[in-house]
Protein backbone atom coordinates (compact mmCIF):
# COMPACT_ATOMS: atom_id res chain seq x y z
CA UNK A 1 0.00 0.00 0.00
CA UNK A 2 1.14 3.40 -0.97
CA UNK A 3 1.08 5.55 1.80
CA UNK A 4 0.21 8.95 1.23
CA UNK A 5 -0.64 9.97 5.23
CA UNK A 6 0.90 13.30 7.18
CA UNK A 7 1.98 13.40 10.36
CA UNK A 8 0.18 15.75 12.51
CA UNK A 9 1.54 18.96 12.56
CA UNK A 10 0.61 19.81 16.09
CA UNK A 11 2.64 17.07 17.76
CA UNK A 12 6.42 16.18 18.26
CA UNK A 13 7.07 13.96 15.91
CA UNK A 14 7.12 11.54 18.42
CA UNK A 15 3.94 11.53 19.08
CA UNK A 16 2.73 12.04 15.90
CA UNK A 17 4.16 9.52 14.98
CA UNK A 18 2.68 6.86 17.45
CA UNK A 19 -0.62 8.07 16.86
CA UNK A 20 0.18 7.38 12.91
CA UNK A 21 0.19 3.66 13.93
CA UNK A 22 -2.51 3.94 16.53
CA UNK A 23 -4.87 5.50 13.92
CA UNK A 24 -3.98 2.40 12.00
CA UNK A 25 -4.29 -0.21 14.35
CA UNK A 26 -7.82 1.41 15.41
CA UNK A 27 -8.70 0.98 11.59
CA UNK A 28 -7.49 -2.36 11.61
CA UNK A 29 -4.87 -1.67 8.69
CA UNK A 30 -2.49 -4.29 11.58
CA UNK A 31 -4.28 -6.73 13.34
CA UNK A 32 -3.68 -8.08 16.84
CA UNK A 33 -0.08 -10.18 16.57
CA UNK A 34 0.22 -8.58 13.17
CA UNK A 35 4.19 -6.59 12.58
CA UNK A 36 3.89 -3.51 12.26
CA UNK A 37 7.00 -1.60 9.63
CA UNK A 38 10.04 -2.02 10.74
CA UNK A 39 11.66 1.10 12.25
CA UNK A 40 14.08 1.50 8.92
CA UNK A 41 11.32 0.96 6.46
CA UNK A 42 8.78 3.42 8.42
CA UNK A 43 11.34 6.01 8.93
CA UNK A 44 11.98 6.08 5.24
CA UNK A 45 7.94 5.79 4.33
CA UNK A 46 7.35 9.10 7.03
CA UNK A 47 10.80 10.50 6.10
CA UNK A 48 12.23 11.21 9.37
CA UNK A 49 14.59 9.84 11.60
CA UNK A 50 14.84 6.11 12.69
CA UNK A 51 15.46 7.45 16.56
CA UNK A 52 12.21 9.43 16.08
CA UNK A 53 10.58 5.72 14.77
CA UNK A 54 12.23 3.95 18.13
CA UNK A 55 11.12 6.54 20.72
CA UNK A 56 7.67 6.30 19.25
CA UNK A 57 7.98 2.46 19.44
CA UNK A 58 8.72 2.24 22.72
CA UNK A 59 6.32 4.78 23.88
CA UNK A 60 3.59 2.54 22.20
CA UNK A 61 5.11 -0.55 24.00
CA UNK A 62 5.11 0.98 27.40
CA UNK A 63 1.58 1.83 26.78
CA UNK A 64 0.57 -1.88 25.56
CA UNK A 65 -0.23 -0.95 22.54
CA UNK A 66 2.69 -3.21 21.21
CA UNK A 67 5.50 -5.81 22.06
CA UNK A 68 8.88 -5.95 21.13
CA UNK A 69 10.37 -9.16 20.00
CA UNK A 70 13.85 -9.43 20.18
CA UNK A 71 15.40 -10.10 16.41
CA UNK A 72 12.07 -10.01 15.04
CA UNK A 73 10.21 -6.30 15.67
CA UNK A 74 7.40 -4.88 16.46
CA UNK A 75 4.04 -6.23 16.48
CA UNK A 76 0.40 -5.14 18.20
CA UNK A 77 -0.39 -6.65 21.36
CA UNK A 78 -3.31 -9.18 21.45
CA UNK A 79 -4.56 -7.40 24.31
CA UNK A 80 -4.54 -3.90 22.71
CA UNK A 81 -7.70 -1.90 22.97
CA UNK A 82 -8.34 -0.03 19.72
CA UNK A 83 -10.27 2.57 21.14
CA UNK A 84 -8.98 4.69 24.26
CA UNK A 85 -11.29 5.41 26.68
CA UNK A 86 -13.73 8.74 26.25
CA UNK A 87 -12.14 8.91 22.68
CA UNK A 88 -15.74 9.20 20.69
CA UNK A 89 -13.61 9.56 17.60
CA UNK A 90 -11.80 6.02 17.14
CA UNK A 91 -14.10 3.03 16.40
CA UNK A 92 -14.30 -0.53 17.40
CA UNK A 93 -14.13 -2.78 14.66
CA UNK A 94 -13.01 -5.66 16.30
CA UNK A 95 -14.60 -7.99 13.29
CA UNK A 96 -15.76 -5.68 10.60
CA UNK A 97 -18.82 -5.99 9.20
CA UNK A 98 -19.86 -4.06 6.50
CA UNK A 99 -23.54 -2.58 6.99
CA UNK A 100 -24.94 1.20 7.74
CA UNK A 101 -23.91 1.12 11.66
CA UNK A 102 -19.91 0.78 10.70
CA UNK A 103 -20.17 2.86 8.18
CA UNK A 104 -22.00 6.12 9.66
CA UNK A 105 -19.48 5.20 12.32
CA UNK A 106 -16.30 5.65 9.96
CA UNK A 107 -17.81 8.84 8.28
CA UNK A 108 -17.46 10.36 12.05
CA UNK A 109 -13.77 8.68 12.41
CA UNK A 110 -10.15 10.10 11.46
CA UNK A 111 -9.95 7.69 8.49
CA UNK A 112 -8.85 11.29 6.02
CA UNK A 113 -10.78 12.07 3.17
CA UNK A 114 -8.50 11.27 0.39
CA UNK A 115 -8.48 7.58 1.42
CA UNK A 116 -12.37 7.67 1.84
CA UNK A 117 -13.76 7.27 -1.69
CA UNK A 118 -16.92 6.33 0.09
CA UNK A 119 -17.87 9.34 2.06
CA UNK A 120 -20.95 11.44 1.72
CA UNK A 121 -19.33 14.86 2.03
CA UNK A 122 -17.30 17.31 0.16
CA UNK A 123 -13.80 18.44 1.07
CA UNK A 124 -13.08 20.39 3.52
CA UNK A 125 -11.10 22.82 0.77
CA UNK A 126 -13.72 22.84 -1.25
CA UNK A 127 -16.92 24.21 0.95
CA UNK A 128 -14.86 26.80 2.45
CA UNK A 129 -15.79 30.11 2.60
CA UNK A 130 -13.25 32.70 3.68
CA UNK A 131 -16.25 35.21 4.62
CA UNK A 132 -17.73 32.66 7.47
CA UNK A 133 -15.73 33.79 10.43
CA UNK A 134 -17.04 37.20 8.61
CA UNK A 135 -20.61 36.44 9.28
CA UNK A 136 -19.86 34.84 12.58
CA UNK A 137 -18.71 38.33 13.83
CA UNK A 138 -22.01 40.21 12.26
CA UNK A 139 -24.28 38.05 13.83
CA UNK A 140 -22.46 37.68 17.06
CA UNK A 141 -22.84 41.98 17.09
CA UNK A 142 -26.95 41.08 17.18
CA UNK A 143 -26.81 38.01 19.40
CA UNK A 144 -27.87 39.94 22.65
CA UNK A 145 -31.11 40.90 20.61
CA UNK A 146 -32.31 36.77 20.49
CA UNK A 147 -29.52 34.51 22.13
CA UNK A 148 -31.15 34.54 25.64
CA UNK A 149 -34.73 33.88 24.26
CA UNK A 150 -36.12 30.90 22.64
CA UNK A 151 -37.92 32.75 19.26
CA UNK A 152 -39.92 31.54 17.01
CA UNK A 153 -40.72 27.50 16.51
CA UNK A 154 -41.06 28.24 13.18
CA UNK A 155 -37.35 29.28 12.79
CA UNK A 156 -35.13 32.00 11.81
CA UNK A 157 -38.05 32.77 9.17
CA UNK A 158 -35.94 34.96 6.72
CA UNK A 159 -34.16 32.10 5.45
CA UNK A 160 -37.38 30.93 3.87
CA UNK A 161 -36.30 33.78 0.70
CA UNK A 162 -33.70 30.54 0.26
CA UNK A 163 -36.44 28.44 -0.86
CA UNK A 164 -37.75 31.11 -3.58
CA UNK A 165 -34.20 30.98 -5.37
CA UNK A 166 -35.18 26.98 -5.61
CA UNK A 167 -38.48 27.34 -7.40
CA UNK A 168 -40.58 26.68 -4.18
CA UNK A 169 -42.83 29.48 -3.55
CA UNK A 170 -44.79 28.53 -0.30
CA UNK A 171 -45.96 30.81 2.37
CA UNK A 172 -43.67 31.31 5.06
CA UNK A 173 -46.28 29.59 7.94
CA UNK A 174 -46.02 26.13 6.33
CA UNK A 175 -42.41 26.33 7.17
CA UNK A 176 -40.18 25.31 9.86
CA UNK A 177 -36.16 25.41 10.10
CA UNK A 178 -35.09 22.07 11.63
CA UNK A 179 -31.50 20.49 12.57
CA UNK A 180 -31.14 19.27 9.03
CA UNK A 181 -32.53 16.79 7.11
CA UNK A 182 -32.28 14.48 9.49
CA UNK A 183 -34.87 16.10 11.91
CA UNK A 184 -37.28 16.24 9.62
CA UNK A 185 -37.28 12.64 8.29
CA UNK A 186 -37.55 11.51 11.96
CA UNK A 187 -40.48 14.15 12.68
CA UNK A 188 -42.48 13.51 9.45
CA UNK A 189 -42.27 9.76 9.94
CA UNK A 190 -43.46 10.13 13.52
CA UNK A 191 -46.02 12.02 12.57
CA UNK A 192 -47.30 9.99 9.42
CA UNK A 193 -46.65 6.23 10.88
CA UNK A 194 -47.22 3.93 13.91
CA UNK A 195 -44.65 1.00 14.02
CA UNK A 196 -45.46 -1.86 11.86
CA UNK A 197 -46.44 0.32 9.05
CA UNK A 198 -44.72 -0.15 5.81
CA UNK A 199 -42.90 3.09 3.96
CA UNK A 200 -41.30 2.79 0.48
CA UNK A 201 -37.80 4.02 -0.14
CA UNK A 202 -35.65 4.27 -3.46
CA UNK A 203 -33.67 1.27 -4.17
CA UNK A 204 -30.64 2.08 -4.27
CA UNK A 205 -31.43 4.89 -1.56
CA UNK A 206 -29.89 6.75 1.10
CA UNK A 207 -28.69 3.69 3.67
CA UNK A 208 -28.90 6.29 6.46
CA UNK A 209 -33.12 6.75 5.92
CA UNK A 210 -33.32 3.30 5.84
CA UNK A 211 -31.77 1.94 8.92
CA UNK A 212 -33.50 5.80 10.69
CA UNK A 213 -37.12 3.93 9.80
CA UNK A 214 -36.45 0.73 10.47
CA UNK A 215 -35.16 1.70 13.71
CA UNK A 216 -38.50 3.56 14.29
CA UNK A 217 -39.98 -0.20 13.72
CA UNK A 218 -41.33 0.65 10.05
CA UNK A 219 -41.02 -1.88 7.99
CA UNK A 220 -39.23 -0.19 5.17
CA UNK A 221 -39.38 -1.93 1.40
CA UNK A 222 -37.43 -0.44 -1.65
CA UNK A 223 -38.85 0.50 -4.95
CA UNK A 224 -36.57 -0.20 -8.13
CA UNK A 225 -35.12 3.28 -8.97
CA UNK A 226 -33.35 4.15 -12.28
CA UNK A 227 -32.47 7.67 -14.27
CA UNK A 228 -36.04 9.00 -14.64
CA UNK A 229 -37.26 7.84 -11.16
CA UNK A 230 -38.91 5.01 -9.78
CA UNK A 231 -40.47 2.05 -11.48
CA UNK A 232 -43.87 2.96 -12.12
CA UNK A 233 -45.09 -0.81 -12.21
CA UNK A 234 -42.82 -1.69 -9.21
CA UNK A 235 -44.35 0.81 -7.29
CA UNK A 236 -48.00 -0.05 -7.93
CA UNK A 237 -47.48 -3.41 -6.87
CA UNK A 238 -46.18 -2.20 -3.93
CA UNK A 239 -48.75 0.34 -2.58
CA UNK A 240 -50.94 -2.16 -3.65
CA UNK A 241 -49.58 -4.90 -1.59
CA UNK A 242 -48.72 -2.52 1.56
CA UNK A 243 -51.05 0.43 1.51
CA UNK A 244 -47.51 2.37 2.36
CA UNK A 245 -48.10 6.15 3.75
CA UNK A 246 -44.91 7.28 2.75
CA UNK A 247 -42.23 7.35 0.20
CA UNK A 248 -39.08 8.72 0.53
CA UNK A 249 -36.95 9.97 -1.88
CA UNK A 250 -34.19 12.11 -3.44
CA UNK A 251 -35.87 13.92 -7.13
CA UNK A 252 -32.58 15.92 -7.47
CA UNK A 253 -28.83 14.47 -7.65
CA UNK A 254 -30.59 11.26 -6.14
CA UNK A 255 -28.30 9.00 -3.84
CA UNK A 256 -26.28 7.45 -4.79
CA UNK A 257 -27.28 7.88 -8.73
CA UNK A 258 -26.46 11.68 -9.39
CA UNK A 259 -29.97 11.17 -11.47
CA UNK A 260 -32.88 13.91 -11.95
CA UNK A 261 -36.63 13.10 -12.04
CA UNK A 262 -38.22 13.18 -15.42
CA UNK A 263 -41.45 14.95 -15.77
CA UNK A 264 -43.70 11.49 -17.17
CA UNK A 265 -42.20 9.63 -14.17
CA UNK A 266 -43.02 12.80 -11.72
CA UNK A 267 -46.83 13.06 -12.38
CA UNK A 268 -47.18 9.15 -12.57
CA UNK A 269 -46.02 8.85 -8.50
CA UNK A 270 -48.26 12.32 -7.64
CA UNK A 271 -51.21 9.58 -9.50
CA UNK A 272 -50.12 7.40 -7.15
CA UNK A 273 -49.79 9.11 -4.23
CA UNK A 274 -53.02 10.65 -4.60
CA UNK A 275 -54.87 7.11 -5.44
CA UNK A 276 -53.53 5.76 -2.26
CA UNK A 277 -53.88 8.85 0.09
CA UNK A 278 -49.85 8.72 0.78
CA UNK A 279 -47.56 11.16 1.23
CA UNK A 280 -44.04 12.17 -0.44
CA UNK A 281 -41.13 13.02 1.72
CA UNK A 282 -38.32 15.03 -0.71
CA UNK A 283 -35.56 15.43 0.37
CA UNK A 284 -33.46 17.77 -1.44
CA UNK A 285 -30.24 18.47 -0.01
CA UNK A 286 -28.28 18.16 -2.91
CA UNK A 287 -30.38 21.20 -4.60
CA UNK A 288 -27.71 23.96 -4.06
CA UNK A 289 -25.36 21.63 -6.54
CA UNK A 290 -27.49 21.92 -9.87
CA UNK A 291 -26.85 25.22 -11.87
CA UNK A 292 -29.36 27.64 -11.79
CA UNK A 293 -31.27 25.76 -9.30
CA UNK A 294 -34.14 24.93 -11.55
CA UNK A 295 -35.12 21.29 -11.87
CA UNK A 296 -37.89 19.09 -11.42
CA UNK A 297 -39.42 18.70 -7.94
CA UNK A 298 -42.37 16.84 -6.50
CA UNK A 299 -42.83 19.69 -4.53
CA UNK A 300 -43.11 21.89 -7.20
CA UNK A 301 -45.84 20.15 -9.11
CA UNK A 302 -48.15 19.45 -6.33
CA UNK A 303 -47.46 23.09 -4.58
CA UNK A 304 -47.09 20.84 -1.01
CA UNK A 305 -50.53 19.34 -0.80
CA UNK A 306 -49.29 15.96 -0.63
CA UNK A 307 -45.43 16.62 -0.69
CA UNK A 308 -43.02 17.01 2.65
CA UNK A 309 -39.96 18.75 1.15
CA UNK A 310 -36.75 19.26 3.17
CA UNK A 311 -33.22 20.83 2.25
CA UNK A 312 -30.58 22.29 4.15
CA UNK A 313 -26.77 23.64 4.32
CA UNK A 314 -24.99 20.84 5.52
CA UNK A 315 -23.97 19.52 2.71
CA UNK A 316 -22.79 23.05 0.44
CA UNK A 317 -21.92 25.09 3.46
CA UNK A 318 -20.99 23.52 6.86
CA UNK A 319 -22.06 20.13 8.67
CA UNK A 320 -21.78 21.48 11.79
CA UNK A 321 -24.44 23.70 11.37
CA UNK A 322 -26.98 21.28 11.06
CA UNK A 323 -29.38 23.88 9.72
CA UNK A 324 -32.30 22.84 7.66
CA UNK A 325 -35.93 23.72 6.09
CA UNK A 326 -39.24 21.23 5.94
CA UNK A 327 -41.94 22.99 4.07
CA UNK A 328 -45.50 20.87 5.15
CA UNK A 329 -48.75 20.53 3.98
CA UNK A 330 -51.34 22.93 5.42
CA UNK A 331 -52.96 20.58 7.28
CA UNK A 332 -50.45 18.88 8.99
CA UNK A 333 -47.75 21.87 9.68
CA UNK A 334 -49.47 22.43 13.13
CA UNK A 335 -49.24 18.60 14.05
CA UNK A 336 -45.03 19.34 12.89
CA UNK A 337 -44.78 22.41 14.92
CA UNK A 338 -45.93 20.65 17.95
CA UNK A 339 -43.79 17.43 17.87
CA UNK A 340 -40.43 19.96 17.37
CA UNK A 341 -42.01 21.95 20.24
CA UNK A 342 -41.69 19.00 22.53
CA UNK A 343 -39.19 17.22 21.39
CA UNK A 344 -36.56 20.24 21.58
CA UNK A 345 -38.18 23.46 21.75
CA UNK A 346 -36.49 25.30 18.58
CA UNK A 347 -33.53 24.72 17.08
CA UNK A 348 -30.49 27.32 17.20
CA UNK A 349 -30.85 30.21 15.65
CA UNK A 350 -27.22 31.38 15.82
CA UNK A 351 -26.53 28.79 13.49
CA UNK A 352 -29.73 30.10 11.05
CA UNK A 353 -28.57 33.90 11.27
CA UNK A 354 -24.88 32.72 10.24
CA UNK A 355 -26.44 31.31 6.82
CA UNK A 356 -29.29 33.62 5.54
CA UNK A 357 -25.97 36.49 6.08
CA UNK A 358 -24.08 34.47 3.72
CA UNK A 359 -26.58 33.46 1.62
CA UNK A 360 -27.81 37.49 1.51
CA UNK A 361 -24.54 38.59 0.84
CA UNK A 362 -23.88 37.06 -2.15
CA UNK A 363 -20.66 34.95 -0.12
CA UNK A 364 -22.77 31.66 -0.21
CA UNK A 365 -23.28 31.79 -3.85
CA UNK A 366 -20.25 32.20 -5.09
CA UNK A 367 -18.83 29.48 -2.80
CA UNK A 368 -21.33 27.05 -4.53
CA UNK A 369 -20.51 28.26 -8.09
CA UNK A 370 -16.74 27.22 -6.95
CA UNK A 371 -18.25 23.87 -5.91
CA UNK A 372 -20.31 23.72 -9.28
CA UNK A 373 -17.39 24.00 -11.07
CA UNK A 374 -15.00 21.70 -9.12
CA UNK A 375 -18.02 18.92 -9.54
CA UNK A 376 -18.51 19.30 -12.87
CA UNK A 377 -14.60 18.94 -13.34
CA UNK A 378 -14.32 15.91 -11.09
CA UNK A 379 -16.84 14.22 -13.08
CA UNK A 380 -15.12 15.08 -16.31
CA UNK A 381 -12.49 13.29 -14.80
CA UNK A 382 -14.01 10.30 -13.68
CA UNK A 383 -15.82 10.11 -16.86
CA UNK A 384 -12.21 9.74 -18.71
CA UNK A 385 -10.40 7.40 -15.90
CA UNK A 386 -13.02 4.84 -14.86
CA UNK A 387 -12.73 3.30 -18.93
CA UNK A 388 -8.85 3.29 -18.10
CA UNK A 389 -10.01 0.68 -15.14
CA UNK A 390 -12.44 -1.60 -17.39
CA UNK A 391 -15.71 0.48 -15.94
CA UNK A 392 -18.14 2.41 -17.38
CA UNK A 393 -19.18 5.78 -16.56
CA UNK A 394 -23.14 5.23 -15.66
CA UNK A 395 -25.34 7.25 -18.95
CA UNK A 396 -27.27 10.13 -17.27
CA UNK A 397 -25.44 10.80 -14.02
CA UNK A 398 -25.26 14.24 -13.52
CA UNK A 399 -22.69 16.64 -11.93
CA UNK A 400 -23.65 15.78 -8.51
CA UNK A 401 -21.64 14.40 -5.80
CA UNK A 402 -21.65 11.03 -6.10
CA UNK A 403 -20.92 7.98 -9.54
CA UNK A 404 -23.05 4.85 -9.31
CA UNK A 405 -20.36 2.31 -10.51
CA UNK A 406 -21.22 -1.05 -11.47
CA UNK A 407 -18.20 -3.25 -10.90
CA UNK A 408 -18.93 -6.77 -12.50
CA UNK A 409 -18.67 -8.58 -8.68
CA UNK A 410 -20.17 -8.27 -5.42
CA UNK A 411 -18.98 -5.04 -3.68
CA UNK A 412 -19.22 -6.13 -0.08
CA UNK A 413 -15.91 -8.37 -0.20
CA UNK A 414 -14.23 -5.19 -2.10
CA UNK A 415 -15.20 -3.39 0.83
CA UNK A 416 -13.72 -5.27 3.29
CA UNK A 417 -10.25 -6.03 1.55
CA UNK A 418 -10.22 -2.45 0.52
CA UNK A 419 -10.88 -1.13 4.32
CA UNK A 420 -7.88 -3.32 5.69
CA UNK A 421 -5.76 -1.26 3.01
CA UNK A 422 -6.75 1.61 4.62
CA UNK A 423 -9.73 2.82 2.18
CA UNK A 424 -13.26 3.31 3.29
CA UNK A 425 -15.65 2.37 0.48
CA UNK A 426 -19.47 2.62 0.28
CA UNK A 427 -20.50 -1.03 -1.05
CA UNK A 428 -23.91 -1.19 -3.16
CA UNK A 429 -25.34 -3.28 -0.23
CA UNK A 430 -25.70 -0.45 2.35
CA UNK A 431 -28.67 1.39 -0.59
CA UNK A 432 -30.79 -1.49 -0.16
CA UNK A 433 -32.94 -2.14 3.04
CA UNK A 434 -32.75 -5.26 2.44
CA UNK A 435 -28.78 -5.64 2.48
CA UNK A 436 -29.29 -7.82 -0.92
CA UNK A 437 -25.72 -8.22 -2.69
CA UNK A 438 -25.09 -5.53 -5.01
CA UNK A 439 -22.03 -5.25 -7.79
CA UNK A 440 -22.85 -1.28 -7.19
CA UNK A 441 -19.98 1.36 -5.63
CA UNK A 442 -20.89 4.44 -4.46
CA UNK A 443 -17.58 6.75 -5.32
CA UNK A 444 -17.69 10.09 -4.08
CA UNK A 445 -16.26 11.93 -6.93
CA UNK A 446 -14.31 14.74 -4.55
CA UNK A 447 -13.11 12.45 -2.75
CA UNK A 448 -12.03 9.38 -5.21
CA UNK A 449 -8.13 10.17 -6.29
CA UNK A 450 -5.94 8.37 -8.67
CA UNK A 451 -4.40 6.40 -6.10
CA UNK A 452 -8.18 4.99 -5.22
CA UNK A 453 -8.69 4.36 -8.86
CA UNK A 454 -5.65 2.61 -9.20
CA UNK A 455 -6.18 0.37 -6.31
CA UNK A 456 -9.26 -0.59 -7.59
CA UNK A 457 -8.16 -1.27 -11.08
CA UNK A 458 -5.36 -3.91 -9.86
CA UNK A 459 -8.01 -5.42 -7.18
CA UNK A 460 -10.64 -5.98 -9.81
CA UNK A 461 -8.24 -7.43 -12.05
CA UNK A 462 -6.99 -10.21 -9.73
CA UNK A 463 -10.44 -11.19 -8.61
CA UNK A 464 -10.78 -11.68 -12.25
CA UNK A 465 -8.01 -14.11 -12.21
CA UNK A 466 -9.55 -16.36 -10.27
Known amino acids: ??????????????????????????????????????VRK???????????????????????????????????????????????KRVVVKHPVIDTRWLVQQVFSDIPHHRSPGVGTLPRDWIRNDKMEWAIRQVTQQADSFIYDYGNVHGYLPLVQH????????????????????????????????????????????????SCLQQQGLNVVSVERDHQGPNIEHMQRLFATHRPKLYLTNSVLHNPTSYNLHPARAHQVLNLIHEYDAYIFEDDLYAAFVPGGQVLRYASLDQFERVFYATGFS????SGWRVGMLVCPDKHIDDVLRMKT???????????????????????????????????????????????????????????????VDTGQDTSQLALDAYK??????????FYPDARASNHLRLNVSTTGDEFLRWLGDYLDKSCQY
Open 1 to 38: MVETYTLNPNLTKTAAVAEWLQQRIDWQIYLANQRVPS
Open 42 to 88: LAKLLNISTFTVVQAYEQLVATNVLIAKPSSGYYVNTQVKVVQPNDD
Open 163 to 210: LHTLGMQTNADHVITTAGVSQAVTMVARLLTQAGDTVVVDGPGWYWLS
Open 315 to 318: KSMA
Open 342 to 404: LSNSNTPEFGERVCHHLWTHGEYRRQIKKVQQHLYSAHERMRNALPKIGLIYPEHTQAGLFVW
Open 421 to 430: EGWLVAPGQL
